[in-house]
């Protein structure tokens, strides 16, 4: 396929009726209980899954001619939900869970976001390939809207501080794996764009160049959870905009 011009109908049409699509379901599912988000999530990551496996298989067989392709590899900031999303519902009611909530709601929903405001990473020449893209990021704001609307998401300061603990971790969990897969990947494989790859990525990308990974690394995390903070700004406002009322009762 041709890919789709940035801002262009498709990308315009898809943006705005999944918003509205996700925005509707969330509210829908405002009540949901223990077990209904059990299915909810479990749901999501089952689809994400099946659907990342196909993108695996296409990459490997098709595109990459029976060559890995180790940019791909499934440990990307917007993959991570894939898995949250089917290790959560299994944990009891704890900080841990509760981190992967909050999470999902402020990296994660500013990573879908991000994607439908600069498209360039999710239009591709392959239509499975595409709509696959602009799916994964508009499910990755439906469950960050979903958990918001059903009192799941980060409301306090104190659960915006466990989202940034937890990516992290997620970030030296990304290193690592890109150090162990450095050699085989021949210096392909820039998960979470934390190096020691040159990042992708535009800005960072400069800096990186100019001063080194390791120059742009914390560079690139600060101002990733800067991002993930103003997601979470307007529901912390809003908290506290409801807590002054019920105090003034």
């Known amino acids: 396929m041709e890919k789709p011009k940035a801002y262009g109908p498709f990308h315009l049409i898809f943006t705005f009726v999944g918003l509205a699509v996700c925005i509707l379901l969330a509210y829908l599912l405002r009540h949901t209980g223990k077990r209904g988000n059990k299915a909810v999530l479990l749901s999501v990551g089952i689809f994400l899954a099946v659907t990342e496996i196909y993108k695996q298989l296409f990459y490997y067989y098709y595109i990459g001619d029976h060559t890995y392709?180790?940019?791909?590899?499934?440990?990307?900031?917007c993959s991570v939900p894939m898995y949250l999303c089917l290790?959560?519902?299994?944990?009891?009611?704890?900080?841990?869970?509760?981190?992967?909530?909050?999470?999902?709601?402020?990296?994660?929903?500013?990573?879908?976001?991000?994607?439908?405001?600069?498209?360039?990473?999710?239009?591709?020449?392959?239509?499975?390939?595409?709509?696959?893209?602009?799916?994964?990021?508009?499910?990755?704001?439906?469950v960050g809207f979903y958990l918001i609307a059903s009192g799941r998401g980060a409301r306090t300061l104190k659960d915006y501080r466990s989202s940034v603990f937890l990516f992290l971790a997620l970030a030296a969990m990304a290193f690592?794996?890109?150090?162990?897969?450095?050699?085989?990947?021949?210096?392909?494989?820039?998960?979470?764009?934390?190096?020691?790859?040159?990042?992708?990525?535009?800005?960072?990308?400069?800096?990186?160049?100019?001063?080194?990974?390791y120059v742009n690394t914390p560079i690139?995390?600060?101002a990733v959870s800067l991002?993930?903070?103003?997601?979470?700004?307007?529901?912390?406002?809003?908290?506290?905009?409801?807590?002054?009322?019920?105090?003034?009762k």
């Open 69 to 77: 392709q180790w940019w791909i590899f499934p440990f990307q900031l």
């Open 227 to 248: 991002g993930a903070y103003l997601i979470f700004l307007p529901v912390y406002l809003w908290e506290r905009r409801k807590e002054k009322a019920l105090s003034k």
């Open 87 to 142: 290790i959560a519902p299994f944990l009891k009611e704890g900080k841990a869970q509760s981190a992967m909530y909050h999470f999902m709601t402020t990296f994660n929903l500013l990573g879908g976001l991000m994607a439908f405001i600069e498209p360039s990473g999710i239009v591709h020449e392959y239509w499975t390939l595409t709509l696959h893209a602009f799916l994964w990021h508009m499910v990755l704001i439906f």
């Open 220 to 222: 690139y995390l600060v």
């Open 176 to 213: 690592i794996i890109n150090l162990i897969f450095w050699i085989p990947s021949e210096g392909d494989i820039k998960m979470f764009y934390v190096g020691p790859a040159i990042s992708p990525l535009a800005v960072f990308k400069e800096i990186a160049t100019a001063c080194g990974w």
